[in-house]
């Protein structure tokens, strides 16, 4: 049997493969295709080679497998010159990608924040019914349980290009209950809460404060992701495509 026809090498063939689909991404279309061009007829080369001195398949495989992983460095050498190129080239797309990574990173920070905000409070008040019996508080726990569960999709979601909006309208959503109910719910698990809130006028403001700022930002954000929202720039042409258009 051939050795590309065996498992051993489709298998390490298609971790290549995955591996450079991944350092290959967001690069101009003709410089990743000519790269898994190369990356092809290399490996082409390399089992032919294999075949003429009789290596085994898994023999192959470990000569592929340590190939890719000497090569790993320069492959990232040439992903940071291939975008290097590209803010050259186009720094108006650059600008964009980067100001859109700026705002993913920040919104999943700001969700994280709210999930483990709702997560220590939901924590206080089952220690507090498990403590006291009280079940009064057991409608709240479900209450924390169903907004932290949509607050963990909307950050789910987030890792969707195409589904970002949703996810930020998700969390939207989701964040004035975390911290409605997660206000409500210190009441019976945080003694100095509970007394700055029994003590203060003005305890309502910082939650109608910070529900109104995380719903502006959860806004702003889906309305960064919205489709209908960014027009999609048209691929650069090449030269050899203006060349054949004239």
Known sequence: ?????????????????????????????????????????????????????????????????????????????????????????????????????????????????????GAFTLTRVVSYLAVTGDTVVTALSGALVLSLLLSTVGLILLGWKRARFAGALALMIAQAAVVQFGFHGLLYGSAAVNSFMYFSELWPLPKYALVGALGLFFAAAALWWWPSSRAVRPPLASASEEGSAR
């Open 1 to 117: 049997m051939s050795v590309a026809r065996t498992a051993d090498y489709r298998r390490m063939t298609a971790h290549v493969l995955r591996w450079a689909a991944w350092y290959t991404r967001g690069i101009d279309r003709q410089a990743t295709n000519d790269r898994l061009d190369e990356l092809t007829s290399d490996l082409y080369e390399h089992v032919v080679w294999a075949e003429s001195v009789g290596l085994q398949p898994d023999e192959v495989a470990r000569s592929i497998r340590r190939r890719r992983l000497r090569g790993m460095v320069d492959d990232l050498r040439w992903r940071r010159a291939q975008l290097r190129e590209a803010r050259v080239h186009d720094p108006l797309e650059f600008r964009l990608r980067r100001n859109d990574n700026a705002a993913l990173a920040i919104t999943v920070t700001v969700g994280l924040g709210v999930v483990v905000f």
